[in-house]
């Protein structure tokens, strides 16, 4: 057997069935945990604030521009599992104000320590064809399947952590940007916050121009006033629509991963037939709002699960009189604290979600 065959193999019958186990057994502890991991989270970003807010009293740093979560696969190997996290100003990469702390993410990164031993002890059988170095190779190239639940549990935990105080305290540029990714390498917007108001006709006229071609996404459009919208087949995910006013607002059809609507006003409004993977309607005014054939499905292929981690978010939102017929892959959806008066929901979810006795018996269940 030469190399590449006797790589093809090993990858085949022993790296990839293992990391799909570790990823199962990781998405368990993902769910599992969750709220204490988010906690955890939340500390470490309030401990980052006290630290850039001092740094600014002491007129060491500007206005911060970026928040930037990175991994370094460098050091995974060294089974070093702590994200640096960095303030910057607008400058970005060209402020040389040092700011950082790390946050640590063993609790997803566990399992590569797992998977090296087990698989310095596989490769042994292929008679020295595959080396340490090929092991570390693969090793490093899964580093994203992990990474995927970190960025997951910050957008989680985010929402909430940007109402502390101490975030609030701290001098922000006109527009400041949470990211995660891989040390100055690609990475992703979190949460994205604009200090000058949006005007809302702008918006409004943004949102109708996108298209498949060209996607409105990852914008900050908070706090706006766009009642009576009706958009049709438009690509808006990530895009961050909390505290703003949707009443009787259509989303036909629409690309809504990701999206954020806490404490929006979207009372008889409309997401039939939306993608709805990993949106957030914590405390949102959703009633006599329709769901029909929108869809939560989860994206899982090759070890991959994002979009679809963070689940569909109706937590101490208004619900009554929504409709949820024939929604699709909506398992993994959360009601504490929704009011759901009248809410028409297929039986099929009574044993998926997790309700208290007096939503189970205000709803109405249907075939």
Not at 2 to 14: S, V
Not at 153 to 161: F, I
Request: charged letters at 25%.
């Amino acid at each position: 057997m030469d190399k590449q065959a006797a790589l093809h193999h090993f990858k085949e019958h022993h790296f990839t069935p293992l990391l799909e186990l570790q990823l199962d057994t990781l998405e368990n502890k993902f769910y599992r945990c969750q709220d204490q991991l988010i906690s955890d989270f939340q500390k470490s970003f309030r401990d980052l604030c006290i630290h850039i807010l001092s740094m600014q009293h002491q007129e060491q740093k500007e206005p911060i521009g970026y928040i930037h979560y990175s991994f370094l696969r460098t050091q995974m190997l060294e089974q070093s599992y702590l994200y640096m996290v960095e303030a910057y100003s607008a400058e970005w990469y060209e402020d040389d104000s040092d700011c950082k702390l790390t946050y640590d993410a063993s609790w997803a990164y566990a399992p590569m320590s797992t998977m090296l031993e087990a698989l310095e002890q596989e490769r042994k059988i292929y008679m020295g064809t595959i080396t340490s170095v090929d092991v570390e190779r693969l090793m490093l190239e899964s580093a994203p399947f992990f990474h995927q639940f970190v960025s997951s549990l910050l957008r989680l935990g985010l929402a909430e952590a940007v109402q502390m105080p101490e975030y609030l305290a701290i001098h922000k540029a006109d527009r400041l940007a949470i990211r995660t990714g891989e040390y100055k390498d690609f990475s992703e917007n979190l949460y994205v916050e604009d200090q000058e108001a949006l005007v809302a006709d702008d918006v409004s006229e943004q949102l109708m121009q996108s298209s498949e071609e060209e996607p409105y996404v990852y914008e900050n459009l908070k706090r706006l006033s766009l009642p009576h919208l009706h958009l049709i087949q438009k690509d808006l995910r990530y895009n961050d629509f909390s505290h703003s006013d949707l009443r009787e607002s259509q989303f036909h059809t629409c690309i809504l991963i990701g999206s954020i609507w806490q404490r929006a006003n979207l009372e008889g409004g409309s997401f039939q037939g939306c993608l709805l993977t990993d949106t957030d309607f914590r405390y949102s005014d959703l009633r006599g709002a329709s769901f029909s054939r929108a869809s939560g499905q989860p994206h899982r292929e090759h070890g991959a699960r994002v979009p679809g981690l963070c689940g569909l978010r109706f937590e101490h939102a208004n619900l009554d009189g929504a409709d949820f017929t024939d929604v699709h892959s909506f398992e993994h959806a959360y009601f504490e604290g929704a009011s759901m008066q009248g809410t028409l929901v297929p039986r099929r979810y009574q044993q998926h979600w997790k309700l208290n006795e007096a939503q189970r018996q205000s709803i109405v269940w249907t075939e």
